[in-house]
């Protein structure tokens, strides 16, 4: 945060590079969830930060609309902020939706300018009528004017796989990035050779990963990226954590010292760890 203050008095103060002309508009883009990171946006100082410098904010929340908050609105409901702090709200259809496209929101005039300016509006094929009737089943079902508690079952079920998820995983001393409400769950493998034996062993046990190195990564924080789901159940979590146990053995990746299992910690005189 302190980083963003820094960019945006810069370019209050400074203007534009050449002319030092004040800017028109200042845009902050942000992601509800980062794709790589599993870290949720801290949306209240970003607010605050856009407030005070008087900017706008632009929101993807292509992984957090349908997984986030109470009742899976994203994370402007995981924080309780007001939508109308979010000057333009963007998602994509293809992942809690289960359909294709994407959607940008906001006010009224914004979206008569992109149906009028925007390629994606006057230059490509409209969605299909199965497609569209898609989106809406699943936005009734989220939000639960379709009758019945399915959307609602479902959001806490994801919240529930999630925790449960990335607590076995620090149990194992693997190291994750973040928030631990996050369905985005990164486990560093560090060494593109490590992520590649591991997708291969994934692969002979008939499991789906996502391997994610340079440069989508830091050279050397190549990661496996799991994305949980409420269709998941506990034996198919219990499988692949059993897989990542034997892995994380085999590939020597269990670095972590965070574990949060309530066993004591004996150390020596040379800082060294030992049996209790």
């Known amino acids: 945060m302190k980083n963003l203050e820094k960019l945006l ?27 790589m990171e599993g870290s949720i946006v801290r949306l209240p100082e970003i607010i605050a930060l856009k407030k005070k410098y008087k900017a706008y904010l632009y929101l993807d929340e292509a992984h957090s609309i349908g997984a986030v908050g109470p009742t899976g609105r994203g994370v402007v409901e995981y924080f309780g902020m007001d939508p109308e702090d979010v000057d333009v709200m963007m998602g994509t259809f293809t992942k809690s939706f289960g359909s294709v496209g994407g959607y940008i929101a906001g006010k009224r005039d914004l979206v008569d300018y992109l149906r009028s300016h925007s390629h994606s509006a006057f230059y490509a094929t409209s ?23 399915t959307g609602q079952q479902r959001v806490n079920q994801l919240a529930e796989n999630t925790r449960y998820f990335r607590q076995k995983l620090h149990d194992l001393k693997l190291i994750i990035y973040g928030n631990e409400d996050s369905p985005i769950v990164p486990v560093l493998m560090y060494m593109p050779t490590k992520v590649g034996a591991f997708a291969r062993h994934m692969l002979r046990k008939k499991i789906g990963v996502v391997i994610v190195g340079f440069p989508a990564t830091p050279i050397a924080e190549a990661r496996v990226r799991f994305c949980i789901s409420a269709a998941h159940t506990k034996e198919m979590l219990d499988k692949v954590l059993l897989e990542l146990d034997i892995m994380g053995d085999v590939l020597n990746v269990k670095h972590s010292r965070n574990s949060r299992t309530n066993r004591t910690v004996v150390y020596d005189e040379n800082n060294i760890e030992l049996d209790a």
């Open 9 to 35: 008095r810069d370019a209050v103060v400074r203007g534009q590079p050449r002319t030092h002309r004040a800017w028109k508009k200042i845009l902050i883009v942000v992601e509800g969830i980062y794709s």
């Open 127 to 149: 969605m299909s009528a199965p497609i569209a009737e898609q989106i809406m089943r699943v936005m009734k079902c989220i939000m639960g004017s379709d009758g019945t508690l």
